[in-house]
């Protein structure tokens, strides 16, 4: 009798929180059918057993913060038939990229007893600057329908249905009156991907940009709008700058409000 072989299914650490990693497996039930379908191989977060690769698909949480990662992120690539970065870390450098503006060995001697003991490299990178990715999965942490529609078209060989848009189309979905609009509330949604499903607006509050730039986002128009609500320049920088801080459109626009 002819056994097929299962995918196997490789889910690697570089810096970050563990969020993204704790989110597969906050997917409970659908785990147990990902497990019948493919070889978790390797997922230290889950199991200590590690299979050798190579491996059908690659999921990668956090960025690249020293040489050793740099290093690690090509063997990871090398062994990966498919390889998708999972999280705002993964995809634009993280909350740690905050250090991308500023002079880390600065914030490192104010921290460390020892500062030079520590391996870092100045600036933390999202993944696609030292590999090709060949999906991207946005958000801190990353919509669990999101990973499992990305994990099953993979393997099957068709593109992800994760959609671009913004999270004011959330809004409209779910029928979540416009907290900018109708309460003059600044909100990062109209520049903001899709996934979460509008949490903060249908809570009343602003979207803060979790879930990073959607495709072709107008973040000029945006901060004019908010400009208009009373927001000052300081305060847009602060609000590009967070997780998603060194994707390209909300580092230039944090940048084209930085005062010299
Ligand atoms: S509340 Fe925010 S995300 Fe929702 S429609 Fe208004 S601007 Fe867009
Ligand atoms: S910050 Fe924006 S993207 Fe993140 S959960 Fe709130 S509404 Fe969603």
Redesign the pocket.
Known sequence: MRHTRKPKLAVWKFASCDGCQLSILNCEDELLSIAGEVEIAYFLEASRAAVRGPYDLSLVEGSITTEHDAARIQQVRRSSKYLVTIGACATAGGIQALRNFKDVREFMSIVYATPEHAEILDKSTPIEHHVPVDFELR??PINKEQLLDAIGALLHGRRPNTPRHS?CVECKLRGVSCVMVARGIPC??PV??A???????SYGRG?????GPKETPNTASLSASWGRLGVEEGDLVRAFRTFNAYADAFRMESEAHEKD
């Open positions: 958000g801190c999270v990062l949604g903001t991907h996934g979460c499903g509008a949490i903060c607006p979207c803060y940009g979790c879930f």
